[in-house]
């Protein structure tokens, strides 16, 4: 039996766990999904805007992959670092280790004003709107006026809508009470 574990359960981790249930050459395979976060489904959870229902449906067939008897999703691991997993460790339980993890850090920017108080990363504003167990839920103050998003990329325009909806609008989304004010 072929026993692979893959790091990280966001759909680049989750699909990996499907190709290989789908693979035809090993017939028998367990595979272990762990993540350092308590749930799974990664940027899917935790990174796409609360308005965009379609995509954060996607979880749905992520879930189909994790409940199938041969795959099992260990939250709460982390791997490497003093007090994670040692990869070494990994590479002796398992015949093959997979990681499907993205970036840990933000990259600055290198503008003038960067570390200023009040401006902050994309990264660490979607935690907080999305409720990311890393994000404090006060860890915004709702009473700026205006704001300056820079970038045109996919997560820029979605830190656009989210900033530019009201409370009502996103209500009936899973935005966390604390994001609506």
């Not at 940027?43 to 749905?60: C, F, T, W």
């Not at 490497?80 to 990869?87: E, I, Q």
């Not at 709702?142 to 989210?162: K, M, P």
């Amino acid at each position: 039996m072929l026993r692979v574990a893959v790091v990280g359960s966001g759909p680049s981790g989750v699909y990996t766990a499907q190709a290989l249930l789908n693979q035809s050459l090993v017939p028998e395979v367990r595979v272990h999904v762990l993540d350092r976060l308590p749930t799974p489904y990664g940027l899917v959870r935790y990174g796409v805007a609360p308005d965009h229902e379609k995509i954060k449906s996607l979880q749905n067939s992520l879930r189909a992959v994790l409940e199938d008897e041969r795959v099992t999703f260990v939250g709460h691991v982390r791997i490497g670092g003093a007090d994670g997993v040692p990869p070494a460790r990994l590479a002796e339980l398992y015949h093959a280790v997979v990681y499907c993890v993205g970036a840990a850090a933000d990259r600055p920017l290198a503008v003038p004003g960067e570390e200023l108080p009040g401006s902050c990363s994309a990264t660490r504003f979607v935690s907080w709107y999305s409720a990311h167990p890393d994000s404090a839920p006060d860890d915004f103050a709702l009473r700026a006026r205006s704001a300056v998003v820079i970038g045109v990329g996919n997560v820029a325009v979605d830190v656009a809508r989210i900033l530019a909806r009201g409370a009502d609008e996103l209500r009936a989304t899973d935005v966390p009470r604390a994001a609506l004010g």
